[in-house]
Nanobody, 127 residues
Framework: QLQLVESGGGLVQPGGSLRLSCAAS????????IGWFRQVPGKEREEISC????????NYADSVKGRFTISKDKSKNTVYLDVNSLKPEDTAVYYC????????????????????WGQGTQVTVSS
């Protein structure tokens, strides 16, 4: 079964940090770009970041540039999102998604381009 499983969310104070993980099972991420998105109930899904299948290309939304870092561990078939300097407005359910791209140095922040989605992990930023 092809799955993406997010983990690492939780409750954190403003200014704090978390490491979110997106682990793939049933398929290798060597041929997939991974995107991270977030959603607040009642609002549209918001793009955050993406990384190409090779890990050589990354993109970030302006709202998270300089605070969030995406990376890939090929040996663990996992993509990470390090979220730092968290603000209350970062509170959301965070999702990862996979797009089959082969070995292209490419990733997109458009959620409609992604076909496989995880179940999400909740991040709550509050004092």
């Amino acid at each position: 079964q092809l799955q993406l499983v997010e983990s690492g969310g939780g409750l954190v104070q403003p200014g704090g940090s978390l490491r979110l993980s997106c682990a793939a099972s049933g398929f290798t991420l060597d041929y997939y770009a991974i995107g991270w998105f977030r959603q607040v109930p009642g609002k549209e899904r918001e793009e955050i970041s993406c990384i190409s299948s090779t890990g050589g290309t990354t993109n970030y939304a302006d709202s998270v540039k300089g605070r969030f870092t995406i990376s890939k561990d090929k040996s663990k078939n996992t993509v990470y999102l390090d979220v730092n300097s968290l603000k209350p407005e970062d509170t959301a359910v965070y999702y990862c998604a996979a797009q089959g791209t082969g070995r292209l140095e490419y990733c997109t922040l458009f959620p409609s381009s992604y076909s496989k989605w995880g179940q999400g992990t909740q991040v709550t930023v509050s004092s």
